[in-house]
């Protein structure tokens, strides 16, 4: 533990375990880490800027349980006194149909295991693979709740962690038959999709609570909540990622219930950061071939949670039908039939999105001839394509049906 007025470095056999080097008030720092018997080398780094100057340090031994403290108990509620309590250096267990120790049962028998974790500052995701049940919290945080019977199934959680010391629990119980539990944790770093950063406010402020990679943005949470601690109202999303686009004019489109903002290339191309029910919002977009930048914010106020998002390349395509009508003999020749049909493909997609990022659209034109003469008439249709401004930013109210669900 150190306490500093400035900054303070601390230094454990040449690894830097506590780094504070900024201006401070004289507030406490604690690192919590396992370390082996014998002769250490500490070194301490301090600078003062100016008014007061403090400085202290020391370390105490933390107790018996260097890594996981293990209590284990003779029921699935974990009530009572545990049964035994051990050091177990990691949650790795595979115990079959036996017990995890002779004097429990080996059926209907819980653990809980807690230790104080120290990781670099950033975005982690934690799995549990358990046969029954099991919790995890980080923190307050309950991160996994799937306190029920299972057969080796396996969950995730997602948390955002600074460079504290954290206090992490899990709990599990076995009902019968099999039971194994394994928890682990990575660092999560690479997105494939979407770098998903979830906040416990609408105004994107502070660190994110969590962060995951998501594959499309399609969500309806309805009145629940997105889990992992987040509030089921008032928070809000960041999605970010880098995609390559060919060249043309595409066709954005994001509907939502609450607000949201739409970026490409850090231009702001949708602007609707109001309470809405369900609102669609669209624009078309001239894109050069190369790597994009696409940034997509949404904020839930209340009630339902909803947020999809979709784009495609504006086709180029203009096929032409042919329609042979059948004669027919009658006393008056009189051809009546409908000549040219035009389409155009700058509609808003409705409610239900297809998330095909570079699909070509491919419109269908519909000729009708009705003929009431002794002819062979030939009818074509044309699809022209919308016109394709320079670039030009217009959203369009659609005129698809409105959702279902709504704020009230």
């Known amino acids: 533990a150190a306490r500093s007025d400035d900054g303070i470095r601390v230094y454990l056999d040449g690894a830097l375990i506590l780094d504070n080097w900024r201006d401070q008030e004289a507030v406490p720092a604690r690192v919590e880490l396992y370390v082996e018997a014998g002769e250490h080398l500490i070194q301490v780094e301090y600078y003062e800027n100016g008014g007061d100057a403090a400085v202290s340090l020391g370390w105490e031994l933390q107790g018996l349980y260097p890594a996981w403290k293990g209590e284990y108990f003779d029921n ?7 049964v035994l309590v051990r050091n177990d250096n990691e949650i790795s267990f595979n115990w079959g149909t036996n017990a995890p120790d002779p004097r429990l049962p080996s059926n209907n028998f819980g653990v809980r295991w807690s230790r104080s974790l120290l990781l670099p500052e950033g975005a982690y995701r934690f799995l549990a693979r358990a046969d029954d049940g099991v919790r995890v919290w980080v923190g307050d945080r309950l991160i996994i709740d799937e306190w029920h019977e299972a057969r080796a199934d396996t969950y995730e959680g997602y948390i955002w962690l600074d460079s504290q010391p954290h206090k992490v629990r899990i709990e599990y119980y076995d009902g019968g038959g099999n039971a194994n539990v394994n928890v682990w944790w990575e660092q ?3 997105f494939s999709g979407w770098r998903g950063e979830y906040y416990a406010n609408r105004n994107l402020d502070g660190p994110p609570h969590f962060v995951r990679n998501d594959d499309e943005i399609d969500f309806n949470w309805g009145t629940g909540s997105v889990g992992y601690g987040l509030p089921a109202d008032s928070f809000a999303v ?4 880098t995609t390559r686009l060919q060249t043309g004019t595409y066709y954005f489109a994001v509907q939502a219930d609450d607000g949201v903002r739409l970026y490409i ?3 702001l191309v949708i602007d609707e950061w109001h309470d809405a029910s369900g609102a669609l919002y669209d624009v078309l977009v001239n894109i050069k071939e190369g790597q994009h930048k696409l940034v997509l914010e949404y904020y839930d106020r209340g009630a339902h949670a909803l947020v999809q998002m979709a784009w495609r390349l504006m086709g180029t395509a203009t096929p032409t039908a042919t329609i042979t009508p059948t004669a027919t003999v009658t006393a008056t020749a009189t051809v009546t039939q409908t000549a040219t049909a035009t389409a155009t493909t700058a509609v808003p997609p409705t409610a239900t ?9 491919t419109p269908t034109a519909t000729a009708t001839a009705t003929p009431t003469a002794t002819a062979t008439a030939t009818a074509t249709a044309t699809v022209t394509e919308a016109p394709s401004e320079e670039p030009t930013l217009a959203a369009t109210e659609p005129s698809s049906p409105e959702p279902d669900d709504s704020d009230e």
């Open 76 to 82: 699935t509620a974990l009530s009572g006194q545990p």
């Open 188 to 190: 999560v770093t690479r």
């Open 238 to 241: 960041r999605w970010t990622r």
């Open 265 to 267: 290339d850090d231009r």
């Open 353 to 361: 999105f297809t998330h095909t990022p570079t699909a070509t659209a």
